[in-house]
């Protein structure tokens, strides 16, 4: 065979990026399950895409994988879990040695560094490689993040490379405008290798954390402005749409400012958001992320209450009920000065935004450890600067803060970051506590503020709490006057007699 890659899963981010490498040149081989769905995008590709003649179908897997030029590249785009374990299993028997199987999905990266194991000892090449940007991402320029073997990534590179988004080299906006048969061309390219095995879906899963904690944090600030300031959807919007000409200027932002101003389309009289029920849904990647922080012991408490809040919101039902039994303080709007009070809740939105974005990335550092990789911040957040659903100009503060210093400790402490902090904490203290009296959720921008002050405190009050667990389980404490593991224990009972060392 000849083609230059095959692409097992024809849903819509399947279908996206096949037309995206069609339209970079390259040669893609489709294969789904059902072949009925193979054959619809076939039709759909003949009617009226640029490049349908280099996107070929097969009903059987075999000839799939027969017209592809060796070493075979296929990627597969479909649930993650078992399925990836079935496409796999069906492909062993019809693949040599060399090949690259490559998956595509938002897999957990454990998952991801166990099949690449088994594939090794097969002499079979396994990249899982994260795919972020949605549908238009897929179609014309997601961030790819890939991992696996060098070998691997060098075969798939010139693929990679040209189907990525690109950016300015100097500002690093998103180059903008590519279109079916006519990609972008130049720019720097929003992707890189990430590491061996799981890295390149371990920072995936991160990105998708951020992307929680990040849309968690636009909620709350809406929340305010509609709650605390008594602003209709639409005008919220146009802040909305002002915020993104300025340092939060972002994909999140921009789609939050068209969904505020979208009208019902049953009913124009009515806002969108104000008949879309408030009950979020979840696949999984932001509770890993979590969950993982929580293995490796990482504080990223805000991207933890991000999922927390969808649990919350999840809970609609009771939340009804108990709407009409807990009573909490009347919200009296604020009417006066509003234009003031929208500026605030921009800082406290951008000084949350920053300690987020350092639980993330602090989460990656403490990981690496973990698995042995290492990460190249600055190029994630390179690569994360475009295509993306966290794409933003906020991004390249990042790649420069790693730029200065490539051994930074946490965001916080980055020169920018700091002086962003510094000067935008007053607002943000202030609109947490005009939550907290008027009775307005915001657990995200409170749980950023709380890891702020945590990571900022020489002392925390963990010396009481490791007096207790000294006291009732003898789990013993070490002193600030002595060597650090140096352990000791009193004698709670009788506590007057001499301390003693465990
Ligand atoms: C992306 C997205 C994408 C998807 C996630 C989030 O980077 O393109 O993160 O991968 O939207 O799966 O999905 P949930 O919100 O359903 O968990």
């Known amino acids: 065979g000849e083609h230059h890659i095959g692409l097992i899963g024809l849903a819509v981010m399947g279908q996206n ?13 489709v294969y789904n399950r059902t072949t009925e769905k193979m054959e619809e995008f076939i039709e759909r590709c003949q009617s009226g895409e640029p490049s349908a003649d280099r996107v070929i179908g097969y009903a059987k897997l075999k000839d799939f994988v027969k017209s ?3 070493p075979r590249k296929i990627i597969f785009l479909v649930k993650a879990g078992r399925p990836v374990d079935m496409v796999i299993a069906e492909l062993l028997p019809l693949i040599d040695k060399g090949d690259i199987l490559i998956d595509g999905g938002n897999s957990e990266w454990t998952d991801t560094i166990r099949r690449e194991n088994e594939l090794a000892e097969k002499g079979i090449h396994f990249v899982g490689s994260g795919v972020s940007g949605g549908e238009l991402g897929a179609r014309f320029g ?7 073997s ?3 990534w060098n075969a798939i590179k010139p693929i990679w490379r040209a189907c990525a988004a690109k950016v300015d080299k100097k500002t690093g906006a998103e180059l903008q405008g590519a279109e079916a048969g006519k ?7 929003c992707t890189a290798h990430i590491g061996p095995d799981g890295a390149g879906h371990y920072v995936k899963m991160v990105h998708n954390g951020i992307e929680y904690i990040d849309m968690q944090l636009i909620c709350e ?3 305010i402005m509609r709650h605390l300031l008594a602003m209709k959807p639409e005008e919220i919007g146009e802040v909305f749409e002002e915020w993104n000409k300025g340092e939060l200027s972002s994909y999140l932002i921009e789609i939050t400012a068209d969904i505020l101003k979208q009208k019902d389309p049953t009913n124009k009289r009515k806002a969108f958001v104000d008949i879309v029920l408030d009950r979020a849904g979840q696949k999984g990647t932001g509770k890993w992320t979590a969950m993982n922080a929580l293995d490796i012991g990482v504080p990223a408490n805000a991207i933890g209450e991000a999922v927390y809040a969808r649990c919350l919101s999840a809970l609609k039902d009771e ?5 009409k039994v807990l009573k909490g303080p009347k919200i009296k709007p604020i009417q006066r000065g509003k234009a003031k009070y929208v500026e605030m809740i921009r800082e406290a939105l951008y000084c949350s935004k920053i300690c987020a974005y350092a639980q993330g990335f602090q989460l990656m550092t403490e990981a690496q450890k973990e698995y042995n990789w290492k990460l190249n911040f600055g190029t994630i957040a390179k690569i994360w600067r ?4 966290i794409r933003a100009r906020f991004l390249q503060k990042i790649t420069d803060a790693y730029a200065n210093d490539k051994k930074l400790q946490n965001l916080m402490m980055d020169p920018y970051f700091k002086k962003a902090i510094h000067s935008g904490q007053e607002d943000w203290r202030k609109i947490i506590s005009l939550c907290a009296e008027h009775g307005i959720p915001s657990p995200a921008f409170g749980s950023a503020l709380a890891y702020y002050d945590g990571y900022r405190s020489e002392v925390l009050p963990a010396n009481l709490l490791q007096g207790m667990r000294d006291y009732f389980g003898a789990h013993t404490y070490e002193r600030t006057d002595k060597k650090r593991g140096e352990m000791f224990h009193i004698d709670w009972p009788d506590p007057k007699r001499p301390q003693y060392k465990a």
């Open 17 to 29: 990026l096949v037309l995206n490498m069609a339209d970079h040149g390259f040669t893609v081989s």
């Open 68 to 70: 592809l030029a060796k």
């Open 142 to 148: 997601p961030s790819l993040m890939p991992g696996g």
């Open 150 to 152: 060098k070998e691997a």
């Open 183 to 189: 990609p972008i061309k130049g720019g720097e390219t």
């Open 221 to 223: 600030a809406y929340s």
């Open 319 to 323: 939340r009804v009920k108990a709407s």
């Open 386 to 389: 475009g295509g993306c659903i």
